[in-house]
C-alpha cells in the first residue's frame, strides 16, 4: 500500500545534506543515541492527540506478538518525525504536528499519513540503517537501491493501514510533502534522492493505485453493510490479488461467515455472534429465502470463512480476534466444545488493557458455546461478564437464551427522499458520468467512482443474461455541511439520528462506534464512540 506520503519520511531527505552541516542532524528513520541531541520533550494535548492517532494505527495492525514501539513528541525542527529499531521508539516533531494543524479537516489524515509510514518500519522490521548510519556515524549519502524498497513498502502498506483505522490519508499526501519540505528548508534536490518534483511525481503515481484499492474496499465494504455478501466476496478476491494484508483476509472471512449466516433457518442458530468486519459485530439477525441447496452452500462458505480466518491467523498469530472470529466458524459448524476451548484461548491471549474489546467477545462467545452445551448458568456469566464491554451485544444474547428476545422495533417511516449534495441517484444512473471505472473480477463487472465537492459516489455495474443489475453508494465526507432530508447534520448524537428515523433495522458495532441501517430508506449513518455522528450514507440498488 503505499499511501502515507512518502513521508516525511523519514526525511529521508537529511541524509544528503549531513555532510555539509557543521551540527550533524540524525537520520530520521532509525538512529541510536537520539537522545544525546536532546531536544525537549512535548507534553501538552499535541503529544496526547498524536498518541490516540499512533494507538488507532497501533490497534488496526492486529499484531500483538510484536513489542509496540514507545511513542515520543519533542520540540526538535530537523527531522519530522522518526524510527528508531534498536530503542523501540518512534517519535514526532511538534513542528511536524503544527504543520499537520494547517491542514484543518484532514489534520489527523495527515498525521496518520506520517505515524502510519513508521508504524510499518517498526512491524516490517526495516532496520536497514544498521548498515549505513553505525553509531551515526554518517560518511556517505546512502544509495537510491538500499532505500527505495523500504520507503516504497513504508508508503504501501501505510496507507492500507491508515485506511484501515479510519483514516482517509490520500487527498493530502502530496501538498504535505511539499509543505513538509518548505517548512523544514529542505532543498528539492537532496543529494541522493529524487527531487521534489520527482518525488511528488512519484506520491501522485501510488496515490492513484491506493485510491483504486480503497474505492474496492470501501465498496466491499458497504455492500457487506447492506448484506449484499456475495457480491462483496467478488470485490475481496479482487483485493487478495493485489494486497494478501490481514485486514483483506479479516474481512473476506467475515462477509464469507455472515453469508453463511444468511442460511440458517431461525429455529438452527439464532445467537448474535461478534464476528467483525474490520472491527464490525454483527448485532441482529439477517432474514431472507434461501436457496434450495442452502446446506451445501452454507457448508462451503463456512469452510471458505475459515480459510480466509486460517491466512489472517498466519499473517498476526494468536491475534484475540482471529481466535474469536475462529471460534464463531467453530460454532456455526456444530463444533461447540472446539469453539468453547478457542474462546478461553483467546481469552489468554488477552493480556493488556487495550484488549478489553476483544476480551469481551471472547467472553460472549463463550456465553454462547456453554449454551449450546446446555452450561445455561455458566453461559448467562459469561455474557453478563462480556456486557462490561460489549452491552448491546451481550444483552441481544441474554435475551435470547432467556426466550424473551423481541427483535427490532422497525424504524420509522419515510419522509422525503434522501440525497446528498442534493443529488438523486436515480436522476444520476440515468447518465452517469464518472471519473473512474475499471474491471473488477471475471464477470464484466465494473466498478465506476465519482469525486464531488464534499461526497463520493461507488457504483457496482453489470450486464448478465438477466438484465443489468448496480449499487450505487454515495457517502459524505466528514466535513459535509448540509443535512439530511430529516435535518441531521454530521455531529449529531445517536439520540437525535433514531429520534428523527426510528430504531435502525440493524445496528452494527465498529470498533470506534456503530453503523445504523435502515432498509427501507436505502440509508447507512456511522456514528463514533461517543455517539456522534461522522458521516452517511444512502444507496440505490437492482440485484438478481
Not at 17 to 45: D, R
Not at 211 to 230: D, G, M, P, Y
Request: proline share 2%; aromatic share 10%; net charge negative.
Amino acid at each position: 500500500m503505499k499511501n502515507s506520503l512518502f513521508i516525511l519520511l523519514a526525511v529521508l531527505l537529511l541524509v544528503g545534506e549531513l555532510q555539509a552541516q557543521a551540527h550533524q542532524k540524525i537520520f530520521a528513520y532509525g538512529l541510536s543515541n537520539w537522545s544525546k541531541y536532546q531536544p525537549q520533550p512535548v507534553t501538552s494535548y499535541k503529544k496526547e492527540v498524536a498518541r490516540e492517532v499512533y494507538k488507532r494505527l497501533i490497534r488496526a495492525t492486529g499484531d500483538y506478538n510484536t513489542a509496540v514501539p514507545t511513542f515520543v513528541m519533542n520540540n526538535g525542527t530537523e527531522v519530522v518525525a522518526w524510527m528508531d529499531p534498536e530503542a523501540a521508539v518512534i517519535g514526532l516533531e511538534e513542528k511536524a504536528y503544527d504543520i499537520c494543524t494547517s491542514f484543518g479537516a484532514d489534520s489527523l489524515n495527515a498525521l496518520a499519513a506520517i505515524l502510519a509510514h513508521e508504524v510499518i518500519h517498526h512491524y516490517e522490521k526495516h532496520d536497514w540503517n544498521r548498515h549505513f548510519a553505525q553509531q551515526n556515524q554518517l560518511e556517505a549519502a546512502v544509495s537510491m537501491e538500499e532505500i527505495l524498497p523500504y520507503e516504497t513498502q513504508a508508503d504501501h502498506l501505510g496507507g492500507l493501514l491508515a485506511f484501515s483505522a479510519g483514516y482517509d490519508t490520500y487527498r493530502v499526501n502530496a501538498k504535505f510533502l511539499s509543505e513538509v519540505y518548505e517548512q523544514y528548508g529542505f532543498d528539492t534536490k537532496l543529494r541522493g534522492y529524487p527531487s521534489l518534483d520527482t518525488r511528488i511525481e512519484m506520491v501522485e503515481n501510488t496515490v492513484k493505485e491506493l485510491s483504486q484499492i480503497k474505492k474496492v474496499w470501501e465498496t466491499a465494504r458497504l455492500l457487506s453493510l447492506i448484506e449484499e455478501h456475495t457480491l462483496a466476496a467478488t470485490y475481496y478476491k479482487y483485493l487478495l490479488k493485489t494486497y494478501q494484508g490481514y485486514e483483506v483476509y479479516n474481512n473476506a472471512g467475515v462477509n464469507a461467515a455472515l453469508a453463511a449466516l444468511q442460511l440458517f433457518e431461525a429455529e438452527e442458530w439464532s445467537y448474535v455472534l461478534p464476528l467483525e468486519l474490520d472491527g464490525k459485530a454483527r448485532l441482529d439477525q439477517v432474514k431472507f429465502r434461501a436457496p434450495d441447496d442452502k446446506l451445501v452452500k452454507r457448508q462451503e462458505l463456512l469452510d471458505q470463512a475459515a480459510r480466509y480466518f486460517e491466512s489472517a491467523g498466519l499473517l498476526r498469530k494468536n491475534n484475540p480476534m482471529v481466535l474469536v472470529n475462529q471460534a464463531c466458524i467453530l460454532l456455526l459448524q456444530g463444533e461447540s466444545e472446539d469453539a468453547y476451548d478457542m474462546a478461553r484461548k483467546a481469552i489468554r491471549k488477552c493480556k493488556k488493557e487495550e484488549q478489553a474489546r476483544e476480551k469481551g467477545y471472547a467472553q460472549i462467545v463463550l456465553g454462547i458455546a456453554a449454551a449450546e452445551l446446555e452450561e445455561l448458568e455458566e453461559a448467562e456469566e459469561w455474557l453478563n461478564k462480556g456486557s462490561q464491554t460489549h452491552p448491546d451485544l451481550a444483552s441481544s444474547n441474554l435475551h435470547i437464551l432467556k426466550g424473551t428476545h423481541t427483535g427490532s422495533i422497525p424504524p420509522k417511516d419515510g419522509k422525503g427522499k434522501e440525497r446528498i449534495e442534493d443529488i438523486d441517484l436515480q436522476d444520476f444512473l440515468m447518465d452517469a458520468e464518472l471519473d473512474t471505472t475499471f474491471e473488477i473480477g471475471s464477470e464484466d463487472q465494473i466498478i465506476g467512482l465519482r469525486s464531488f465537492e464534499t461526497s463520493d459516489l461507488f457504483l457496482h455495474f453489470r450486464q448478465g443474461e438477466e438484465g443489468i443489475e448496480y449499487v450505487v453508494f454515495h457517502q459524505t465526507a466528514v466535513d459535509y455541511e448540509q443535512g439530511s432530508a430529516r435535518g441531521i447534520k454530521i455531529g449529531a448524537s445517536q439520540a437525535e439520528v433514531e429520534e428523527a428515523y426510528g430504531r435502525p433495522n440493524t445496528a452494527l458495532q465498529l470498533s470506534n462506534g456503530q453503523c445504523l441501517h435502515y432498509k427501507l430508506l436505502k440509508l447507512l449513518f456511522f456514528v463514533d464512540a461517543q455517539g456522534k455522528l461522522t458521516h452517511w450514507t444512502t444507496y440505490e440498488k437492482e440485484l438478481f
